[in-house]
C-alpha cells in the first residue's frame, strides 16, 4: 500500500521548504529519488505526483518538494501567492535548499543511496548539485539547460533591469506576469563558476542519464547534444517527437501516462535499476 508523507523543513533565507515523500509502507527501502521541480514549477505539477506513486510502486522512496522561493506557499503550495518571493529567488537559492533537502534525508533514510532527478531547470540544479555533493548515487535531468547564464539578458537590458529592478517574465497558465529581481542578475554574474554546468558535467563522476524531447520548444535538442559532446559517459535518450512536458500538462487528470512521458519514465526506471 502507497504512503504519502509531508514535511517541512528550514529553507534557504528565512523561507522554509515543504517536501513529500511516496514509498510503499513497511517496505525495505535502500534508495531514495529526489526530484527537483522547474522555473515556474511546483512540486504537484502535472503528473509529478503520479510519477511519485510510479516509483514508489518500483521500490524507491520518492521525494519532492518545493524550492524555498519558488513563489507559492504552505497555506497555497500549487498556487504562486508570494511574487515577491518568486522574484527574490535565485539558482544558489535552488542550489543551498536542494542540498538542505539532501542533508533532511541523510538523517531520515541514513542507509539509503540518494539519486537527484530533475525536470528542465530543475534538471539543471540537479546536475550542478551532483558536483557539488559527493554523497549522490546518480542523476537523472529530464529537457534541462546546459548553460544557464548564457540565458541572462544583453547588456542594454540588463541595465534597464538594474534601473527598474524588475523584468517580468509572463505566465502563460496563470496569466500571471512574475517578477524577477535585479539581484537575480547579481547573483547569476557573483557566482558563475558555480552555475556552470559544463564545467559540472565534465567532473561529474556518477551515472548520469539525460532525457530530452526533439522537438522541445523549450530547451533545444542542441543543449542535449552539447552536454554528450563534454562528457561521452552521459546515458543521453531523445524521444522523437517529444516536447519540454513530454506530453504533460498541469492540471492532469489522464488516466495512463503519455506515451513520450511512459518512455522517459521507463528509460529513467531502467537507468536506476542499472
Request: charged share 20%.
Amino acid at each position: 500500500m502507497l504512503s504519502k508523507f509531508n514535511f517541512k523543513i528550514n529553507g534557504s533565507r528565512e523561507r522554509r521548504i515543504i517536501i513529500d515523500s511516496t514509498l510503499i509502507e513497511n517496505n525495505h527501502i535502500n534508495e531514495v529519488i529526489l526530484f527537483s521541480h522547474g522555473f515556474k514549477g511546483f512540486k504537484d505539477w502535472g503528473p509529478f505526483n503520479e510519477i511519485a506513486n510510479f516509483f514508489a510502486l518500483n521500490g524507491y522512496v520518492f521525494i519532492k518538494f518545493n524550492f524555498s522561493y519558488n513563489g507559492t506557499n504552505f497555506q497555497n503550495p500549487n498556487d504562486f501567492v508570494d511574487l515577491n518571493a518568486f522574484g527574490n529567488n535565485n539558482f544558489c537559492t535552488e542550489l543551498d535548499d536542494l542540498e538542505l533537502v539532501i542533508n533532511w534525508i541523510n538523517s531520515k533514510y541514513p542507509e539509503c543511496k540518494v539519486s537527484l532527478f530533475g525536470h528542465s531547470r530543475g534538471g539543471a540544479i540537479s546536475v550542478l548539485k551532483s558536483n557539488e555533493n559527493n554523497q549522490i548515487d546518480k542523476v537523472i535531468s529530464w529537457a534541462s539547460p546546459s548553460n544557464l547564464i548564457s540565458r541572462l539578458p544583453d547588456a542594454d537590458r540588463a541595465r534597464k533591469w538594474k534601473d527598474t529592478n524588475v523584468l517580468y517574465v509572463y505566465n502563460g497558465r496563470t496569466k500571471q506576469n512574475m517578477p524577477m529581481f535585479y539581484q537575480f542578475y547579481q547573483n547569476c554574474l557573483e557566482n558563475i563558476e558555480r552555475l556552470n554546468i559544463k564545467k559540472a558535467i565534465k567532473e561529474i563522476n556518477i551515472p548520469h542519464l539525460h532525457i530530452h524531447g526533439s522537438s522541445d520548444p523549450t530547451v533545444l535538442i542542441e543543449d542535449a547534444l552539447e552536454m554528450k559532446r563534454w562528457n561521452d559517459k552521459i546515458n543521453l535518450e531523445i524521444i522523437n517527437g517529444a516536447d519540454h512536458v513530454f506530453g504533460s500538462s498541469h492540471p492532469y487528470n489522464k488516466n495512463k501516462f503519455p506515451l513520450h512521458l511512459n518512455k522517459a519514465l521507463l528509460k529513467t526506471l531502467e537507468f536506476l535499476k542499472s
